[in-house]
Structure formats: C-alpha cells, structure tokens
C-alpha cells in the first residue's frame, strides 16, 4: 500500500522511524520531502523552517502532488503544546486531502479532544491504530 505520513513537524525524528517501520512491512511511504529539515531541531527553529518553505517553497501543495496517488494516510498525533494526541491545522488540511481521494485515513492515536476539530475528524472515519502499526493494511 501507498501511503503518506503527516503530522506536526516537531515530531519529524518519529516521523523517520514510523515511515522506516511501514516500509519493513512492505509499504511504499512518503512524508513531506522537507521533513529531514527539521530532524533534530527545537521548537523555535521548526516554527521558523514550517512558514519559510510554506510561503517560499509550496509546502502544502508539495506534499499534494504524491497523496493524489496513495492508498492511505497515516497521522502521527503526538501530544504536543499540552494537547493529548495534537493534530495542527495543515495536518487537518491533509486529512481533508485524503478524505476528498476516498483514501484510508489512519491515526496513530486516538482523535484529539480539540473544539471544532473533534467533529470533522470524526466525520471522515479514521481508523484509530492505538500505537499498533501492524494495524495498517
């Protein structure tokens, strides 16, 4: 299966691995090929590197062109900012994305309890992995 990994870039380094376990159970996978960009930074210097290649490099549209022909997408929902099994608003945008490709939607956790979030990722029937990768098929 093709599949796409997103998530907030802080958590890139897990990003690697994850999409390193898919392709060792014989998935093709992708990322964002910024990604390795941000490997290893904190914080402040993600945050600076996410809006330079958004407006400078067509971030969103880059990770577009190969979701139009995967199988599924893989969300990596991390807590971040306090928030248990954070999901931004660009990772929405790609779960939109897959929606709209009648893609498989995963995520790795559980669906976040953010307002006005928590309804829509409902509405396009993730299959919830609960921390298990062999659970993608």
Known sequence: MKIGVAGSMAFTDKMI???DELRKQGHTVFMSSFGPNYAGKGAQEIEVLKLK???????IREFWRPMQDADALLVLNYD???IKNYIGGNTLMEIGF?????Q?????????EIPYYKTEI????PIILNGDLTKVR
């Not at 409902?122 to 029937?125: D, H, P, R, T």
């Open 98 to 102: 897959a929606h709209v490709l009648n």
């Open 53 to 59: 290649d958004k407006y400078e490099h067509d971030a």
């Open 122 to 125: 409902e509405a396009v029937k």
């Open 80 to 82: 971040k900012r306090g």
């Open 104 to 112: 498989k939607i995963y995520l790795l956790n559980p669906i976040p």
């Open 17 to 19: 691995k994850v999409c």
